[in-house]
């Protein structure tokens, strides 16, 4: 395949914008390759800008469940446009959005819309502070919270890929009360509530980490985030900015059946267009500014646009049998991947919630962040890159989850098991 469009284009960014891309993980510098450049999306397809064709498995990196360029997400922002871009004011499509999320998700009594899922965890922290007045918040490591100061530290998605521990920019005291603990230990969230217990504001977590690579929870481990956080007076919240409307319309709260305080939302919500939001108990909205005192606000939340193509996209998902066909096609890849792996006699681990999945290239069990570091990342550089010129476009880094949409089709899922199997044949091999 040649992408000689996409080089001159990327030569060209390199001097105008950090690195030629807008988020880090894009520059696809983990997979040792040069980004592509895309021209449009149809379905579960991406063309990029010297026409090639690829099946996409990164979905804007989880919002696109429907697939790229959904006429109902289209007409949605075609006719929310004709009647302008943004008013600063309320729109009733707001409060549809707000009922709808309220009405499927079982945390939340009322919501705030923002524009982003890094929005929606510095909100949801500051809140849980204020209602606690504490100040401590223990995350997990390996799991990422969009690019809030005092959540980057051993943080997933990108500083997994770029093994950046915390960022410079940071100063010490803005991180002075996260703790980092290892995800699905029982013993050191135990030991840590013992010693700091009334001081601790909140648990985020990724109720199903995506960021270090799809882990899902161990047995009974959110239950006891759920406990332990209510014994010591600490609100739970889940970052469900991926699992959100992925895992079921009621995320993975109500897959799991553990409800927490605080929910945080993005990607799904706003269909593609930019959308984060935060919601849970009204006792603790309650305190929201204006109603309270705890402030957050944003020129563009509510964004008609936005609202308009996460509405669109909701109602899709809202329609009977939707879940079970989405999540038919991530089985049978899962299944497509397990043969390949059998026959090529490979024990590399594949984990699949629902319908994300990663192949991490490493034999041991993956359990958390560091596990997750046992794979080998330059192994899965040239499986990405061979799989690029099979006409699959993977995220490009080991640490990140594989998204399958409502577009992708048995054809899609053949296709790409079948590169699956010749690339792992052929890295065997070599
Ligand atoms: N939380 C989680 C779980 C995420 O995966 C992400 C982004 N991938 C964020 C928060 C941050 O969202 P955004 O990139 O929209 O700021």
Redesign the pocket.
């Known amino acids: 395949m040649e992408r000689i469009r996409s080089q001159l284009f990327y030569k060209k960014a390199l001097e105008v914008i950090p690195g030629g891309v807008n ?1 880090p993980v894009r520059a696809c510098k983990a997979v040792k390759a040069d980004p592509v450049f895309f021209e449009r999306g149809e379905g579960a397809y991406l063309i990029d800008v010297d026409g090639n064709r690829y099946i996409d498995y990164v979905c804007s ?2 919002p696109l469940i429907l697939g790229h360029a959904h006429p109902e997400v289209i007409a949605g922002v075609y006719f929310a446009s004709k009647r302008g871009t943004s008013f600063g004011a309320p729109t009733w499509q707001e409060v549809e959005l707000a009922e709808l999320i309220k009405n499927a998700v079982p945390s939340i009594e009322k919501i705030r819309l923002v ?7 510095m909100s949801a922290i500051r809140l849980a502070r204020a209602y606690t007045n504490r100040k401590k918040i223990i995350k997990f490591e390996g ?5 809030v100061d005092a959540l980057l530290v051993k943080a ?2 990108g500083l997994a890929t770029f093994g950046i521990p915390a960022s410079p920019g940071v100063p010490e005291e803005l991180t002075a009360h996260t703790l980092n603990l290892p995800f699905n230990d029982f013993e050191k969230v135990k030991e840590v509530f013992e010693k700091f217990g009334e001081e601790i504001a909140a648990v985020i977590v ?1 109720p199903v ?3 270090m690579g799809v882990i899902p929870p161990k047995e009974g481990f959110l239950k006891f985030l759920r406990e332990i956080t209510q014994q010591y007076g600490s609100l739970l919240i889940f ?5 959100g409307f992925r895992l079921g319309v009621g995320g993975a709260q109500e897959a799991y059946g553990v409800i927490p305080d605080l929910t ?1 939302l ?2 799904i919500i706003g269909g593609g267009l ?1 959308v ?1 939001a935060y919601g849970g108990k009204a006792e603790i909205m309650n305190l929201v500014a204006p109603e309270g005192p705890v402030y957050q606000a944003g020129t563009l939340s509510g964004n008609p646009i936005a609202v308009a193509a996460g509405l669109a996209t909701l109602k899709e998902l809202l329609k009977p049998g939707t879940y079970e066909r989405l999540n038919l096609m991530a089985e049978l890849l899962e299944k497509g991947i397990r043969e390949a792996l059998e026959d090529l006699d490979l024990n590399y681990r594949l984990h699949r919630v629902g319908s994300m999945l990663t192949l991490f290239f490493t034999e041991k069990e993956v359990i958390d962040f560091e596990t997750a570091l046992s794979c080998d990342t330059h192994l899965f550089a040239e499986f990405w890159q061979r799989m690029l010129e099979k006409g699959v476009y993977l995220p490009p880094s080991q640490f990140e989850a594989w998204f399958v949409s409502l577009a992708h089709k048995e054809k899609e899922i053949e296709k790409t098991v079948e590169a699956v199997y010749k690339v792992l044949k052929k890295l065997r091999k070599d």
């Open positions: 988020s990196w989880g524009n982003s899922g890094t929005e929606a965890t799991c990422y919270h969009g690019h997933g998605s990724e980490p995506a960021n970052d469900e900015v991926i699992t945080c993005g990607k930019p984060g």
